[in-house]
C-alpha cells in the first residue's frame, strides 16, 4: 500500500547550519505516528515542512501522493495543522477566527458555524463562543488552535505539542479525540515532550535527535527491557542519564 | 528626575522605618516602577517607543513637553489684559492636560495587577506596598507639575510681583486636587456603566484624543492665538463658563486684584476653596474604596458587567447581518476576499496599536488641510471666503484626502499580534492576492468613503454642487493611481508584521510613489479643472481603470508575497 506520507532524503539548513540530516521515513494511513525528541532536535521544522509551510528544503516530500514543493495547496486542502505556541488574533472571537480559517478552506459559513459551535462545546468553551480571545487562558486559545486545525475534517493532522496548557480532563478528552480521529481512518502525525502520552496512544514512535532519525517503531519494538518506559529510552538514546549528578550539582549551588 | 526623586526618598529612611514601612523595599519598588513608566508607550513618546531597544531619557521628554505647554499657557496667562481670564484659561489648559494624561497614561499603570504576581508573593509588608503605590502616583504627579508650573510661576513673579508666585503655586495645587477627583469620579462612572472591555476601549480613544491634543499643542494652537481676544476681555461675566471648575479657582485670584468684586465671585471663590479638601475627604473614603476593587477587575480581565452567552450569540447574529457584512458581500468578489474584507474591518476596530497610530491621521487631516490650505488663503482680507468660493480650493481637499488611503494601507500590514499569522500559511489559498484587494477594499469602504464622503458634502455646500464631477474624478483617479502603486510595490498581507517595522519606515517606497502619481494626476486635473466635458468624459474611465487595477492587485501570487 503507498504510503500517506512518504520523506525521502529530507535536509534542511538554517543558513550553514543544518538541522535535518537526510531523513527518510515511509508512514501509512490511520496511523498515531509519535514524533519526539529533544529541544531543537528538528521536530517542529518536519512538520513545517510536512504541512507545506517551509518550502526551502533537500529531498523528496509527498503527502497523499502529492508532492509539497510542487503543489502545497493540494496538500493545505487535505491537511490540519495545530501550531505549539498558541499566536492567535486575540482581539478576534473564537467564532470570528474560525469563520476566518473555515472561509479560506473554501467551506460554507452556515458549515462553519454549525461544526465550530459544536466542536467547541465538546471542548467546553460553549459559553466563550462570543467571547473575545484577549481574556482566555493559554488552555482556552489551544483549543482554539486545535478546532482551527480540525475545522476542514482533514485527512492527516499534524499536532505540535496540542496538550499544551490543556488541564487534566481536556488532556484526557484530547487524547481521546485523537484516538477517535485515527479510528475514523485519519493520519495523526504527534510531537509532544508528554512521554507518557506518545508511550500510551501511538502506533510508531519516531524519535530523533540532532536532525537524524535514531529510533523507529511501535513501544514494544523499541523497549530494551520489560519495565522500560519511554522516558527512559528516550534519555538513552538521546544520550543523556547523568541526571542524579546533575540534580546534585544543581542543589549544591546553595553552598559556597 | 527618577534618581532625584529616588535620592529625595531616601532622605526619609528613619520616618518611613517608624511608620513600618521598609525602605529598601520601597526604594526597589518604585525604581523598577519608575523604569518600568520610562519605558512604556504613552502619547509623547508613542512614534519613540515602537522600536524595541531602550530609549533613553522618555522622562526628560515628558517633561519638556509639559514645559512647553506650560510655556504656552503662561503666555495666555500673562498677556491676557484681565489677569483672572488669563488665570481661568491657564488653570483650564492645564487641568485639561493633566485629566487626558491621567487617563490617558496612567491608567495603563494603574489597571496593571501585576504586582499581584510579583510583589505579594514576595515577603513585602502591606504598608509598603501601599505607600509605594501613593508615592508612584505622586512621582508621576510631580514630573507634570513641576515643568509645566515653572514657566507660569516666573511669568506672574515677575508680572504681578513674588506674593503672586505662592497664589499661583497654591491654586495650582487645587487645581491638581480637584483634577485627580474628578477623574476618579469619572472612572468610577465608567466602571459602573461599562463592562471592562469597553471601559479599556474608551481609554483607548482618550488616548487617541490626547496623542491629537498634544499633536494640535504644538502644531496648531500658537498660529490660532487670537491677541484682540486677550484685549480687556473679561472671561467673568460669561455665565456659562460659572460651572468650571477652573473658573471657580481663578476667582480666587480674582478677589485679589479686583476689588470690590461681584457676590457670584465670593461664592465660585468658596467653591474653589473648599471643593479641594472636600474632594480629599471623599477620593480618600468613599471613592477609593470601589476604586481598586473595580480596578482589580479591570487588570484581571475580570467579567464585571460582561453580557452573558445567549446575549452574545445575539450579538453575534446582529453581527453578521452588520454593515461590515454586509457591505463585504456588495464590494467582494468571493469568499476569501470577504473573509479579509471583515477580518481587516474587525481588527482595525479592536487593536489598540492601529487605533492609536492611524485614527490620529483622521483628526489631524482636516486640520492640516486648514492649515496648509485654508488659513493662508483666508489672511489679509476680509473677503478672502468669497474670493475662495470663486476658485476651485476643494480639489487639494480631494487629493490631501488620499493620505488617508496610503496611511490606512501602509499600517495595515503591522499588528501587535503578527505571530498570528502563521495561518496564512496554513490554508489553501491559491490567490493571496485577494487577501491583499479584501482588506484594502475594507480600508476603502470604512475609511476613505466616509471622509471623502464628508469632504465632498462640505465642498458641495460652500463651493457649490458644480463640484461633484471634479469629486468623482478625483476619487477613482485616486483609487486607480493607489492600487496601480500597490500592484508594483504593496505585497505584505495584513497583520503580518511587528509595529516595531513600523518605526523602521514600513513601505516608504509606496507611500512616495503614490503621492509623487498622485500629484501628478491631480495637477493635471487641475488644468482640465474647468473644461467640465472632459472631467465628465475622464470618470469612467478612472473607474474602469481602478477596476482593472484591483482585479489584477487581486491576482498577486503567492511568490511575490513579502514574508520577512
Known amino acids: 500500500m503507498e504510503p500517506i506520507i512518504q520523506i525521502d532524503n529530507l535536509s534542511k539548513f538554517y543558513g550553514k547550519r543544518q538541522v535535518l540530516h537526510d531523513i527518510s521515513l515511509h508512514i501509512q494511513a490511520g496511523q498515531i505516528i509519535g514524533y519526539i525528541g529533544p529541544n531543537g532536535a528538528g521536530k517542529s521544522t518536519t512538520v513545517r515542512i510536512l504541512a507545506g509551510l517551509d518550502d526551502n528544503f533537500k529531498g523528496n516530500v509527498k503527502i497523499k501522493g502529492i508532492d509539497v514543493k510542487e503543489n502545497p495547496l493540494a496538500v493545505k486542502r487535505i491537511i490540519g495543522y495545530i501550531p505549539e505556541l498558541a499566536d492567535l488574533y486575540d482581539v478576534l472571537t473564537p467564532m470570528e477566527f474560525l469563520l476566518l480559517v473555515g472561509r479560506l478552506h473554501d467551506m460554507e459559513d452556515a458549515q462553519i458555524e454549525e461544526r465550530a459551535s459544536r466542536m467547541l462545546d465538546f471542548l467546553g468553551l460553549k459559553d466563550q463562543l462570543h467571547e473575545r480571545m484577549d481574556t482566555f487562558s493559554k488552555g482556552m486559545r489551544q483549543k482554539v488552535l486545535l478546532v482551527s486545525g480540525l475545522l476542514h475534517n482533514p485527512e492527516i493532522i499534524f499536532m505540535d505539542e496540542p496538550l499544551s496548557g490543556l488541564d487534566t480532563n481536556a488532556v484526557i478528552l484530547v487524547k481521546e479525540i485523537i484516538i477517535r480521529l485515527v479510528e475514523q481512518g485519519k493520519t495523526v502525525i504527534y510531537c509532544s515532550h508528554n512521554m507518557d502520552t506518545v508511550e500510551k496512544i501511538s502506533d510508531r514512535i519516531i524519535l530523533i535527535a540532532e536532525g537524524k532519525v535514531v529510533a523507529d517503531g511501535n513501544f514494544q519494538e523499541l523497549k530494551r527491557n520489560e519495565g522500560d518506559t519511554l522516558e527512559k529510552l528516550f534519555s538513552q538514546l538521546t544520550g543523556q542519564t547523568n541526571f542524579d549528578e546533575l540534580a546534585e550539582g544543581f542543589t549544591q549551588t546553595f553552598n559556597p | 528626575m527618577n534618581k532625584i526623586l529616588l535620592r529625595i526618598l531616601r532622605l526619609f529612611d528613619g520616618f518611613w522605618r517608624r511608620i513600618d514601612v521598609n525602605p529598601d523595599h520601597l526604594h526597589t519598588i518604585l525604581e523598577v516602577k519608575l523604569k518600568m513608566d520610562g519605558r512604556r508607550k504613552t502619547a509623547f513618546n508613542y512614534q519613540r517607543s515602537a522600536q524595541k531597544k531602550e530609549v533613553k531619557g522618555q522622562d526628560i521628554l515628558v517633561m519638556v513637553m509639559m514645559a512647553f505647554m506650560g510655556m504656552g499657557g503662561t503666555f495666555i496667562l500673562v498677556f491676557f489684559e484681565h489677569s483672572s481670564s488669563g488665570l481661568f484659561m491657564y488653570l483650564s489648559l492645564w487641568m485639561a492636560i493633566l485629566a487626558l494624561t491621567l487617563i490617558s497614561d496612567f491608567t495603563d499603570v494603574l489597571i496593571d495587577v501585576r504586582d499581584n504576581y510579583i510583589l505579594l508573593p514576595r515577603p513585602v509588608g502591606g504598608k509598603t506596598l501601599a505607600v509605594s503605590r501613593i508615592l508612584h502616583v505622586l512621582f508621576y504627579l510631580t514630573k507634570l507639575v513641576i515643568p509645566f508650573s515653572i514657566p507660569g510661576l516666573i511669568g506672574v513673579g515677575i508680572k504681578f510681583g513674588p506674593l503672586t508666585v505662592l497664589l499661583l503655586a497654591f491654586l495650582i495645587l487645587m487645581s491638581v486636587l480637584m483634577t485627580i477627583f474628578f477623574v476618579n469620579l469619572l472612572y468610577l462612572i465608567m466602571l459602573n456603566l461599562l463592562s471592562p472591555r469597553r471601559f479599556k476601549e474608551i481609554i483607548n480613544y482618550f488616548q487617541i484624543i490626547f496623542y491629537a491634543v498634544v499633536f494640535l ?348
Open chain 2, 217 to 564: 499643542g504644538y502644531q496648531i494652537l500658537p498660529r490660532l492665538i487670537d491677541f484682540k481676544v486677550m484685549e480687556g476681555n473679561n472671561l467673568f461675566t460669561k455665565i456659562y463658563l460659572w460651572p468650571l471648575p477652573s473658573m471657580w479657582l481663578a476667582s480666587i485670584w480674582d478677589l485679589f486684584f479686583y476689588q470690590p468684586a461681584q457676590p457670584v465671585i465670593y461664592v465660585m471663590a468658596t467653591i474653589g476653596l473648599v471643593t479641594p479638601f472636600l474632594a480629599i475627604y471623599l477620593v480618600g473614603t468613599v471613592l477609593s474604596r470601589n476604586f481598586a476593587q473595580k480596578m482589580f477587575s479591570i487588570g484581571e480581565g475580570g467579567n464585571g458587567t460582561e453580557s452573558s452567552p445567549q446575549r452574545k450569540a445575539e450579538q453575534h447574529q446582529r453581527a453578521q447581518s452588520s454593515w461590515a457584512t454586509r457591505s463585504a458581500q456588495w464590494f467582494c468578489s468571493n469568499k476569501q476576499e470577504r473573509a479579509m474584507y471583515e477580518l481587516t474591518w474587525k481588527m482595525t476596530s479592536r487593536s489598540r496599536d492601529f487605533k492609536l497610530k492611524f485614527y490620529p491621521n483622521l483628526i489631524m487631516l482636516p486640520v492640516y488641510f486648514l492649515l496648509i490650505f485654508v488659513f493662508p488663503a483666508t489672511r489679509g482680507s476680509d473677503d478672502a471666503l468669497q474670493e475662495m468660493q470663486q476658485g476651485n480650493m476643494y480639489l487639494f481637499g480631494f487629493y490631501f484626502s488620499m493620505i488617508i488611503l496610503i496611511s490606512g494601507l501602509s499600517m495595515l500590514q503591522f499588528s501587535e499580534k503578527y505571530k498570528a499569522s502563521w495561518f496564512y500559511r496554513t490554508v489553501p489559498m491559491a490567490q493571496p492576492g485577494l487577501v491583499l484587494t479584501g482588506s484594502f477594499k475594507a480600508i476603502i469602504v470604512k475609511f476613505y468613503l466616509p471622509v471623502y464622503g464628508l469632504i465632498t458634502l462640505g465642498s458641495g455646500l460652500f463651493f457649490g454642487w458644480h463640484i461633484l464631477d471634479d469629486a468623482l474624478l478625483a476619487f477613482f483617479g485616486i483609487l486607480a493611481m493607489v492600487t496601480g502603486v500597490a500592484i508594483l510595490t504593496h505585497y505584505v498581507l495584513p497583520f503580518t508584521k511587528s509595529w516595531d517595522e513600523a518605526s523602521r519606515g514600513g513601505n516608504i517606497g509606496f507611500t512616495l510613489l503614490t503621492l509623487f502619481l498622485a500629484g501628478l494626476f491631480g495637477i493635471f486635473h487641475y488644468a482640465i479643472s474647468s473644461f467640465n466635458w472632459l472631467v465628465w468624459g475622464l470618470i469612467p474611465v478612472c473607474a474602469l481603470l481602478a477596476m482593472l487595477a484591483m482585479r489584477q492587485y487581486g491576482k498577486t501570487g503567492w511568490r511575490y508575497i513579502i514574508w520577512e
